[in-house]
């Protein structure tokens, strides 16, 4: 198969208006990835498919990956003139990296057997704006991975035919793969919790202990 | 005494108001689904006399012992033809990728037995593989071969339970899923003597494998691969020419090569639509560069084809465990430079892939640089082979249902995760 750069740049050229990014990876796997705008992820998807070298007709894993709002501190030397003298001082500086979902996907090529390309689509923000666009038009395999991916996760995938909870209940409201998800005091209900459970129901009681 | 014979035609033959056309109409053969473009759970027949035409909605399942597990389906029938079914599933879910990332990457190497629990010897050597390439660990060549033998043992296992349960859905009770045991519990006394476990093995670690085969051990696996192929010889002659087989069978639940390619269906389900995909072939992952076996492919893409193939990769598993019983080196099972605690890979991520005996078994393993994997996700061939379920059930009976369900393979601990 071509290299991700070869393959960015015939994309580029095929799709106008396409944003594309690589990502690269530290493993010694060296799996890098391809970021793709929602907005053009279907085109770019046909354009893989159809394309005659690469032919990548087979969306073997469709995932969800979360991200949460990351605070990255980084130690820098200023100059700063301190009682008329000029010093260098270390300062810290925080950054934040605001948090988002990522829709990743591995696709291979059964015709020409080869692969992996690993495309990723990210969300806005983990919050309200978690809209990525579905693959499932171009790629039927994608269908119950997508549905797991919101489910587990919440990102909503735009242009999914039949998109429901897969493996939680129907009335389930948490995404329980999200990294600040807080379990349950108690999986099922009790009317007169005792021991731990009362332990941690108390914590929800107002004053007094009572519900 | 023509006029007494004219009488009859007095009597009116239809009810008051019933035109000649409505009587046809309302007796005639409803029109099959491939006829009826664009239907509707919503939308519903005309309620005739009779009863003919009029859908009905029944949930297949979850407790039916046709469904291999706590699965069901939501079908709409029209009499005994399906017009519409949706795979329901998730009651065994116990979020195994959650409980994956809250652990260590060695943690999670014996709750990958339970995924699928037929095949943990295979469930195993994916995710070795995969952590294996996120940290680029090395795999000593006598491990490798061991995997082999295990892994082949572990497809000849999950291929022989499979026709036992597929004769068994098809209303041969007992008999054909008896022999089948039979063979079941020879293999799984191999593991026991391995591993310490029939079923839940724990056996590859990162690097290796865990403990050296037991004397005497190789000697067993030769005696049963030798033995193998006379019962498999028995079973060919008992079910593969048997006429309710082929009744049931053939022709029931086409899939397509595109369809199949297009909604991501792995394993002996693919090879039976007559793609060549093997990912022993396709990856050549371990040491199957090795080997000489050939791939078997379908011809129709129906249950009888899946069901031979399944018969035909028995066959080639025989051959690779012939050769790697022939082959197999002494040296360490481990690599001695590998780290059991305190193991922590680089950063980055890495997705690993095993031609499971259900097909592409996946695990992707996202590495923050810290013990516990920071994303971990398994890629279940049973559930995603479910996908397409759907499409090979419409026009079909209730009864061919179960059999095409039983065809697909699947096992929910796999599909629920």
């Known amino acids: 198969m071509e290299t991700l750069e070869q393959i960015k740049v015939r994309a580029e050229a095929a799709i106008s208006g396409v944003r594309l990014e690589l990502l690269a990876n530290g493993s010694v796997a060296t799996q890098s990835s391809m970021l793709v705008d929602p907005t053009h992820a279907i085109a770019l998807a046909t354009f893989l498919r159809d394309d005659p070298e690469l032919r990548l007709d087979y969306a073997s894993n469709v995932t969800g990956v ?39 996907y591995h696709l291979y090529s059964m015709e020409l057997k080869h692969g992996p390309l690993v495309l990723r689509q990210r969300t806005e923000n983990r919050t309200d704006r978690v809209h990525v666009a ?48 807080v379990e349950p005091d108690d999986y099922e209900y009790e009317p007169t919790p005792h ?17 | 005494m023509s006029e007494q014979l004219q009488e009859p035609d007095l009597v009116p033959p239809h009810p008051p108001g019933w035109t000649e056309e409505k009587v046809a109409d309302g007796f005639s053969v409803p029109a099959t689904p491939s006829e009826q473009p664009g239907f509707q759970i919503s939308q519903r027949a005309e309620v005739r006399p009779g009863l003919e035409g009029e859908y009905l909605e029944v949930a297949i399942g979850p407790h039916h012992p046709s469904t291999h597990g706590v699965f ?22 116990r979020n195994h990728e959650k409980i994956a990332e809250m652990t260590t990457y060695l943690g999670s190497m014996p709750y990958t037995d339970r995924l699928d629990y037929f095949c ?55 008999t054909p899923l008896m022999y089948a ?95 060549n995909y093997d990912i022993r072939k396709v990856d050549h992952y371990g040491i199957y560069d090795r080997f000489s076996f050939r791939v078997p492919l379908g011809d129709h893409g129906d249950v009888y084809d899946r069901y031979m193939i399944r018969v035909l990769e028995m066959r080639e598993s025989l051959e690779i465990l012939k050769q790697a019983l022939r082959d197999i080196p002494g040296g360490p099972i481990i690599d001695p430079k590998a780290k059991l605690r305190n193991f922590k890979p680089k950063v980055g991520e890495a997705y690993g892939r095993i031609e499971s005996p259900k097909g592409e078994l996946g695990f992707y393993i996202i590495s ?23 499409d090979m059930c419409l026009g079909h009976t209730v009864a061919d249902t179960v059999v095409i369900l039983g065809a697909v393979d699947i096992v929910m601990g796999e599909v629920d995760r």
């Open chain 1, 66 to 104: 979360d991200w949460p709002d990351a605070v990255t501190k980084e130690k820098v030397k200023i100059k700063r003139v301190i009682e008329g003298v000029e010093k260098e001082v270390e300062e810290t500086i925080e950054r934040t990296r605001p948090g988002y979902l990522e829709a990743v």
């Open chain 1, 134 to 181: 579905s693959l499932t038009p171009i790629y039927r395999g994608a269908e119950f991975q997508e549905r797991e991916a919101y489910d587990l996760y919440g990102i909503q995938f735009d242009g999914h035919p039949d998109l429901r909870r897969i493996l939680m209940w129907d009335e389930f409201k948490d995404y329980p793969m999200r990294k600040d998800y």
């Open chain 1, 195 to 211: 021991d731990e459970v009362l332990e941690k129901a108390q914590r929800h009681y107002p004053e007094g202990g009572q519900p």
């Open chain 2, 72 to 93: 069901r389906m939501d079908a709409v029938l029209d009499g005994e033809r399906v017009m519409k079914l949706k795979p329901v599933f998730g009651y065994l879910h």
């Open chain 2, 120 to 174: 943990s010897l295979t469930n195993n050597w994916a995710y070795a593989l995969t952590v294996e390439k996120l940290a680029g660990l090395q795999v000593p060549e006598r491990a490798e071969y061991i995997r082999v033998i295990t892994a082949e043992l572990t497809r000849l296992l999950n291929h022989v339970c499979l026709i036992g349960f597929l004769t068994h859905d098809m209303g041969a009770l007992g």
């Open chain 2, 181 to 275: 045991f039979r063979e079941r519990e020879k293999i799984l006394d191999l593991f026991e003597s391995l591993t310490g476990a029939r079923m839940m093995c724990n056996y590859m670690r990162f690097g290796g494998c865990r403990v050296e085969l037991p004397s005497g051990w190789l000697e067993a696996v030769r005696l049963l691969v030798d033995g193998f192929p006379r019962f498999l010889d028995e079973f060919d002659n008992l079910l593969s020419t048997n006429e309710i087989i082929l009744a049931r069978t053939q022709g029931v639940g086409i899939l397509s090569a595109a369809k199949a390619i297009n909604s991501s269906v792995t394993g002996p389900m693919l090879r039976a639509s007559g793609v």
């Open chain 2, 368 to 390: 923050d640089g810290s013990a516990n994997p920071y994303r971990y996700r398994v890629r279940p061939p049973s559930m995603i082979n479910l996908t397409i379920l759907e």
